[in-house]
Each structure stands twice: as C-alpha cells, then as structure tokens.
Nanobody, 125 residues
C-alpha cells in the first residue's frame, strides 16, 4: 500500500556530503516508522537510521558517529538522510523502508514492510 522511491545518491569525494530523499506514495491506515539501510556488494544489509511517525524519536547505527541525520518533512510524505563527512566505507546502495506500527528503535530488516529500490552512494578516496 506504500510505495517508496529513493533519490539523491551519487559520487562524492572523501569528506563530502549527500542528502538522500525517500518519497512515499499511496496511503496507509496505520502509522509507520521509516528507516534507512545500506548494502555493499556481497555484504549483509546494514541498519543506518530510523525515525518514528511524528519525527520526534530518532535512532542511528553505531557507525554513524554523528555524521548522519534522519528527518521527515512536515506532512510526513518524505524522509531524508543527510550524510556528512562521508568516507569510502560508506559506499553502498542505500534503501529506505517503512515499518507499519513501528517505532524508531526497529533495527531489523524483517520488521519493515515496504522497501524502495535503492540509490547508489559512492565515496571516492
């Protein structure tokens, strides 16, 4: 019932910044948390950040170390991931996901109900 489309990925230099967007369409009768995950080729998909329905609660993976910020717009139709001080290790496909009835503390892939197609982030040395 919810369709998610990521955008904003690209190629940046070490130390650069990107802002990813995830546009949601369709309706849901339920409130839902939103999350960002990432996956490098041949590696397990990794939790990055999540935000609750109202945007009041946020949670980040340990590797973020203050570099990333997740947010929602006022009508809660779009979620963002602002990424600063990017490192080559951040290179991955980044996915947004919706977790029906979820909280900001949902960190497991299996808890999310809808997924976007992903957007590529590449950080050059």
């Amino acid at each position: 019932q919810v369709q998610l489309v990521e955008s904003g990925g690209g190629l940046v230099q070490d130390g650069g910044s990107l802002r990813l967007s995830c546009a949601a369409s369709g309706r849901s009768e339920s409130t839902y948390a939103m999350g960002w995950f990432r996956q490098a080729p041949g590696k397990e998909r990794e939790f990055v950040a999540s935000i609750n329905w109202t945007g009041a609660s946020l949670y980040y993976g340990d590797f973020v170390e203050g570099r990333f910020t997740i947010s929602r717009d006022s009508d809660e139709n779009t979620v963002y991931l602002q990424m600063n001080n990017l490192k080559p290790e951040d290179t991955a496909v980044y996915y947004c996901a919706a977790n029906i009835y979820g909280s900001a503390y949902s960190v497991y892939q299996g808890e999310y109900d809808y997924w976007g197609q992903g957007t590529q982030v590449t950080v050059a040395s």
